[in-house]
């Protein structure tokens, strides 16, 4: 699963590298992004415009769920998409790319869960695959799949992360039926983690020292 991940690379290189325009809010860096809190995502244009940046609150309510039932879904399995009433509806209609620089798993070591930070290509920022909800609240949930056999010895899941390839086609028309098998493989792409402090259990705590290495 996804259940934590940072965003703090500086806008300008944002923009530059996912080729967007400029949000229409206030970027605030984040070192400890939660479930509930509002995500930079980027959602495609109708009538052939270039996909744009998008706040989306992280966890998805469906449209016809009522008010303050069930929690908000911040994950959803890639294996069975097509088939959950909530996402099959989405699948197809509704994809979005969710910007993060990293994320967070807790792995658990003699019994006792400890938290660890993950980055690809040396931190550089990079897209979750995601689904969101377009309604008078927007939401959005983080796409996992089975773990790589990097990921496997910290958690059995891990999201799916496009590459630069892969994300027009996300956000493209293609079924879904035929764009998965173009989903990018994880195996031996270029992931890095160290251990870091519990400061980032709290979505309270939202500072650098949450992604520093533990001595």
Known sequence: MCGRFTLYTPLDEIVERFS?????????????????Q???AVVPEQEGRAPSPFLLRWGLTPAWQKKGAGRPLINARLETLAEKPTFRGLVNTNRCLIIADG?????????????????????????????????????????TQAASSFMEPIHHRMPVILTPETEPLWLSSLPFAELAPLLPDQEGRSFR??????LVNSPRNNQI????PLE
Do not use: Q
Not at 112 to 137: M, N, Q, R
């Open 20 to 36: 967007l325009g400029a949000p229409s809010w206030d970027y605030v860096p984040s070192y400890n992004v939660a479930p509930t």
């Open 38 to 40: 509002m995500v930079f």
């Open 103 to 143: 994320f967070y798993e807790w792995k658990t070591e003699n019994g006792e869960k400890h938290p660890v930070y993950i980055t690809l290509d040396g931190g550089k920022p990079f897209a979750f695959a995601g689904l969101w909800e377009d309604c008078s609240s927007p939401s959005c949930t983080i796409v």
């Open 193 to 198: 983690y160290h251990r870091v402090s519990k």
């Open 209 to 212: 020292e949450c992604i520093m």
